[in-house]
Structure formats: C-alpha cells, structure tokens
C-alpha cells in the first residue's frame, strides 16, 4: 500500500499563488509517474499536470492541461517521494478539490496507483 498525504489547499484571492505537495510513503519500489488532478464544482476530475518517468532525466515527460500552462509548475522528486504543484495567477476556474496521483511498481513487483484524500482550493474573484 501507498499512502498519500497531500497539504498546501486553501483560499486565495484571484491572482493569487498556492503550492500543493504530496508526500507518499508506503511500498513503493519505482515511479512511472506522479501527477495531480482536480475536480472542479460539479465537473469530472480532470488531469492537471503530469510527470511521467520521474526518476529518469530524458524521456521524462510534463503534461500539463491547456488551461493552467505558464501559471502551474509540477515538480516530481522520486527520491524525496514528493511531488509538487506550484499555483500561480490562480483564477477562479481554478477552484476544485485537487487530488495527488502516484503510480509506478512495487519492491514485490505490483502496479501501484494510488490518490489522495485531496485538498481543496478556493480562489475568490
């Protein structure tokens, strides 16, 4: 089991700058790729920005939706089993309860995907 413990959610003000980080601890042997997510109100939970490969230089990949390129920055650390997500000139579309994602392969060689609990983001006009 993996476990996730996400913090760093809150109320902001539009234009405001928040830092998500996730932490996972657990039995968890590689990364394949480590991601946050986020479910607007009354929306489906939608991929935010993603890492994949993290533990590798090239080919790592960063994915980020349309919607928050140039203003979020992930940033995916293997050996610290952290991830972060840097928020900036948040906007009020950016409102959601945001969950940490985690995958890769266990040290008994079993697939790992595991969410967080999620931290909500408020971003007031």
């Known amino acids: 089991q993996v476990q996730l413990v996400e913090s760093g959610g809150g109320w902001v003000q539009a234009g405001g700058t928040l830092t998500l980080s996730c932490v996972a601890s657990?039995?968890?042997?590689?990364?394949?790729?480590m991601g946050w997510y986020r479910r607007p109100p009354g929306k489906a939970r939608e991929a935010v920005a993603v890492?994949?490969?993290?533990?590798?230089?090239?080919?790592?990949?960063?994915d980020y939706a349309d919607s928050v390129k140039g203003r979020f920055t992930i940033s995916g650390d293997s050996a610290k089993d952290t991830v972060t997500l840097q928020m900036n000139t948040l906007t009020v579309e950016d409102t959601g309860i945001y969950y940490c994602?985690?995958?890769?392969?266990?040290?008994?060689?079993?697939?790992?995907?595991?969410w967080g609990a999620g931290t909500q983001v408020i971003v007031s006009p």
């Open positions: 994602n985690i995958q890769g392969t266990s040290t008994w060689g079993m697939h790992v995907d595991s």
């Open positions: 657990g039995n968890i042997d590689k990364y394949t790729s």
């Open positions: 890492v994949t490969n993290p533990e590798i230089a090239r080919p790592r990949t960063v």
